[in-house]
């Protein structure tokens, strides 16, 4: 009964998580867990040493630092309306460095269980408008 319940327990714990593929502008990927209904800033955080300037202004949606580019497949069924975009993302993204049709802010981006595996690109440079 007892390896029921723990197992019960762990199921349920690894069902709200899924891995997400952070690949940089130099082809490395590296492997995150999220936790769903979690944002996509928040998997890597502020100051984390593996992703120098990621996510500066911790997802308050005022640096473009959490700046992801989605494949077109990935962007398409993650269709944006559906996902309520807002205005403020796309201004915050549009004075990024070189946004692309498929980029997104990952403080805005939230983990979906259909996220798992899932590659988000990096861009090579990113700009805080904080600093501006
Ligand atoms: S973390 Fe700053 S805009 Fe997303």
């Known amino acids: 009964m007892l ?4 197992y019960r327990f762990c199921s349920e714990e690894n069902k709200g998580w899924v891995t997400i593929i952070f690949e940089k502008s130099d082809g490395t990927r590296l492997k995150r867990l ?3 209904g ?3 800033q928040q998997v ?3 100051d984390n040493p593996d992703f120098p300037g990621y996510g500066e202004c911790d997802g ?6 959490c700046h992801v580019i989605l494949s077109k497949e990935d962007y398409d069924k993650f269709d944006v309306d559906k996902r309520m975009k807002t205005k403020e993302e796309d201004v915050i993204l549009s004075a990024s460095i070189n946004p ?6 990952g403080c805005c981006l939230t983990i ?7 590659v988000l690109k990096l861009p090579p440079e990113i700009r805080d408008l904080k600093q501006m």
């Open 100 to 105: 692309t049709p498929t980029s997104r802010l």
């Open 112 to 118: 979906e269980p259909e996220m798992d595996g899932i």
């Open 44 to 46: 890597i955080g502020k």
């Open 38 to 40: 979690d944002t996509v």
């Open 3 to 6: 390896s029921n319940n723990i």
């Open 34 to 36: 999220g936790k769903i």
């Open 60 to 65: 308050t949606l005022s640096c473009s630092c």
